[in-house]
Nanobody, 123 residues
Framework: VQLQASGGGLVQVGGSLRLSCAPS????????MGWFRQAPGKEREFVAG????????FYVDPVKGRFTISRDNANNTVYLQMNSLKPEDTAVYYC?????????????????WGQGTLVTVSS
Protein backbone atom coordinates (compact mmCIF):
# COMPACT_ATOMS: atom_id res chain seq x y z
CA VAL A 1 0.00 0.00 0.00
CA GLN A 2 1.38 3.36 -1.05
CA LEU A 3 0.23 6.41 0.91
CA GLN A 4 2.42 9.08 -0.53
CA ALA A 5 1.76 12.57 0.73
CA SER A 6 2.69 15.59 -1.34
CA GLY A 7 2.26 19.34 -1.40
CA GLY A 8 4.51 20.40 1.44
CA GLY A 9 6.94 23.27 1.25
CA LEU A 10 8.11 26.53 2.74
CA VAL A 11 5.48 29.19 3.42
CA GLN A 12 5.34 32.39 5.41
CA VAL A 13 3.18 32.91 8.44
CA GLY A 14 -0.43 33.38 7.38
CA GLY A 15 0.07 31.54 4.13
CA SER A 16 -1.65 28.45 2.77
CA LEU A 17 -0.75 25.03 1.48
CA ARG A 18 -2.75 22.09 0.25
CA LEU A 19 -1.51 18.59 0.90
CA SER A 20 -2.60 15.59 -1.13
CA CYS A 21 -2.47 11.87 -0.59
CA ALA A 22 -3.47 9.32 -3.19
CA PRO A 23 -3.41 5.75 -1.90
CA SER A 24 -2.87 3.04 -4.43
CA UNK A 25 -5.59 1.08 -6.14
CA UNK A 26 -8.72 -0.06 -4.38
CA UNK A 27 -7.32 0.68 -0.95
CA UNK A 28 -9.01 4.05 -0.75
CA UNK A 29 -12.66 3.12 -1.17
CA UNK A 30 -14.72 2.51 1.97
CA UNK A 31 -11.81 3.52 4.20
CA UNK A 32 -11.62 6.49 6.53
CA MET A 33 -8.54 8.63 6.06
CA GLY A 34 -6.55 10.93 8.31
CA TRP A 35 -3.66 13.33 8.55
CA PHE A 36 -1.01 13.33 11.24
CA ARG A 37 2.04 15.50 11.82
CA GLN A 38 5.31 15.27 13.65
CA ALA A 39 7.19 18.38 14.64
CA PRO A 40 10.92 18.28 15.40
CA GLY A 41 11.54 16.72 18.78
CA LYS A 42 7.89 15.87 19.31
CA GLU A 43 5.69 12.84 19.00
CA ARG A 44 3.50 12.28 16.00
CA GLU A 45 0.03 13.70 16.57
CA PHE A 46 -3.34 13.41 14.93
CA VAL A 47 -4.50 16.45 12.94
CA ALA A 48 -7.70 15.62 11.07
CA GLY A 49 -9.83 12.71 9.94
CA UNK A 50 -12.56 12.13 7.39
CA UNK A 51 -15.05 9.33 6.99
CA UNK A 52 -14.93 7.09 3.95
CA UNK A 53 -17.95 8.75 2.42
CA UNK A 54 -16.73 12.24 3.32
CA UNK A 55 -19.73 13.22 5.40
CA UNK A 56 -17.96 13.33 8.75
CA UNK A 57 -14.78 15.15 9.69
CA PHE A 58 -13.03 16.07 12.87
CA TYR A 59 -9.98 18.08 13.86
CA VAL A 60 -7.74 18.72 16.80
CA ASP A 61 -8.35 22.05 18.45
CA PRO A 62 -5.16 23.83 17.29
CA VAL A 63 -6.17 23.52 13.63
CA LYS A 64 -9.94 23.99 13.85
CA GLY A 65 -11.11 26.80 11.62
CA ARG A 66 -7.81 26.86 9.73
CA PHE A 67 -7.45 23.36 8.24
CA THR A 68 -9.95 21.49 6.11
CA ILE A 69 -9.78 17.82 5.27
CA SER A 70 -11.62 16.61 2.20
CA ARG A 71 -11.60 13.71 -0.22
CA ASP A 72 -12.33 13.02 -3.85
CA ASN A 73 -13.44 9.42 -4.02
CA ALA A 74 -13.64 9.47 -7.80
CA ASN A 75 -9.92 10.20 -7.92
CA ASN A 76 -8.88 8.32 -4.79
CA THR A 77 -7.36 11.38 -3.18
CA VAL A 78 -7.55 12.95 0.25
CA TYR A 79 -6.58 16.57 0.84
CA LEU A 80 -5.61 18.80 3.70
CA GLN A 81 -6.13 22.48 3.00
CA MET A 82 -4.10 24.51 5.48
CA ASN A 83 -4.78 28.22 5.84
CA SER A 84 -3.51 30.89 8.23
CA LEU A 85 -0.41 28.83 8.87
CA LYS A 86 1.59 29.42 12.00
CA PRO A 87 5.20 28.57 12.91
CA GLU A 88 3.88 25.86 15.25
CA ASP A 89 2.37 24.10 12.22
CA THR A 90 5.89 23.30 11.04
CA ALA A 91 6.14 19.51 10.86
CA VAL A 92 6.30 16.50 8.62
CA TYR A 93 2.74 15.66 7.63
CA TYR A 94 1.60 12.09 7.03
CA CYS A 95 -1.57 10.65 5.66
CA UNK A 96 -2.78 7.50 7.32
CA UNK A 97 -5.54 4.95 7.17
CA UNK A 98 -7.07 2.49 9.62
CA UNK A 99 -7.08 -1.22 9.10
CA UNK A 100 -10.84 -1.63 9.16
CA UNK A 101 -13.20 -0.42 6.48
CA UNK A 102 -15.96 2.05 7.20
CA UNK A 103 -16.98 2.57 10.80
CA UNK A 104 -16.70 5.73 12.82
CA UNK A 105 -13.95 8.13 11.99
CA UNK A 106 -13.42 8.88 15.68
CA UNK A 107 -11.32 7.65 17.33
CA UNK A 108 -8.90 7.32 14.47
CA UNK A 109 -6.64 4.29 14.79
CA UNK A 110 -4.02 4.34 12.04
CA UNK A 111 -2.59 1.13 10.70
CA UNK A 112 -1.12 2.28 7.41
CA TRP A 113 1.26 5.17 6.97
CA GLY A 114 2.75 6.92 4.04
CA GLN A 115 5.93 8.85 3.58
CA GLY A 116 5.49 12.34 4.90
CA THR A 117 5.79 15.73 3.37
CA LEU A 118 7.57 18.57 5.12
CA VAL A 119 5.74 21.80 5.88
CA THR A 120 7.85 24.70 7.10
CA VAL A 121 6.22 27.94 8.22
CA SER A 122 8.62 30.82 8.53
CA SER A 123 8.01 33.86 10.70
Amino acid sequence: VQLQASGGGLVQVGGSLRLSCAPSGGFFSSRNMGWFRQAPGKEREFVAGISWIGSSTFYVDPVKGRFTISRDNANNTVYLQMNSLKPEDTAVYYCAAPKILGGSVKPFNPAYWGQGTLVTVSS
